[in-house]
């Protein structure tokens, strides 16, 4: 965790007597991979996924070689720099978090530079997502931990990539975690979440297994 992460957090104002629910932005809230596709379209390259991540999946759209490491770096910036703040909601998301905010707190957690911090809050407050959001970088278990160490009510944990349920898991037991995704591109390649309790197939799903939850 870094300080940036540290100081965010320490300015959250959550009641521990009340359930928190800690949700991951992109894959989750916002598609990225759809967007990130169109993005390398517009800059002649494309995304060949073969796997969950996105090492070696950016190829030049003319020969169809992968693209150097430099190139697929800056295509990354690039995309996250001008268009963090343009992300599509996920379908349901709005409705779904405004649901489940009438049992829990809501908090979101993103692996998204502290640079752009600010663009994903414009970013989710224009689609309707006004939620505090804390900006992490690498495994968010310590992040997560860190939220929690006052905490005495129920909390939960949502996020699409395994390993980071995995590490959140790990540094919480207590925590309810939740492997959830809303990307198709990536779902026939998505490992299994060690740790996650809940899998949901659909915001739907996921707001009734919560509540249920919540309720038992
Ligand atoms: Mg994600």
């Known amino acids: 965790m870094t300080p940036n992460t540290k100081k965010q957090i320490s300015g959250l104002n959550i009641d521990p ?21 169109n993005y ?15 090492d070696n999946a950016i190829k030049k759209s003319e020969t169809d070689d992968v693209a150097d490491p430099e190139t697929a770096k800056d295509l990354v910036w690039g995309f996250i720099n001008e268009e963090t703040k343009n992300q599509p909601a996920a379908k349901g998301a709005p409705e779904a978090l405004k649901k489940l905010q009438e049992y829990a707190q809501i908090i979101i957690l993103s692996n998204v530079p502290h640079s752009v911090h600010d663009d994903r809050v414009l970013n ?16 968010k278990g310590p992040a997560v931990k860190e939220i929690l ?11 699409d990539n395994p390993y980071q349920v995995e590490s959140v898991y790990n540094d919480n037991q207590d925590t309810v975690c939740v492997h959830f995704s809303v990307c198709d591109l990536v779902k026939p390649y998505m490992p299994k979440a060690v740790g996650a309790s809940i899998e949901p197939t659909s ?6 297994k919560l509540i249920d939850r919540l309720k038992g």
Not at 40 to 54: A, D, F, Q
Not at 149 to 159: C, G, L, Q, R, T
Not at 203 to 208: G, K, R
């Open 17 to 37: 007597t009340l359930p928190l629910m800690i949700f991951d932005a992109d894959e989750v809230l916002v598609h990225f991979a759809e967007p990130f596709s």
């Open 149 to 159: 160490k006052d905490h005495k009510a129920e909390s939960f944990f949502i996020d």
């Open 203 to 208: 915001w739907d799903d996921l707001v009734s």
């Open 40 to 54: 390398l379209k517009k800059h002649n390259h494309r995304l060949h996924l073969t796997g969950y991540r996105l």
């Open 124 to 139: 989710l407050k224009s689609i309707g997502m006004d939620y505090p959001l804390i900006s992490n970088e690498g495994m």
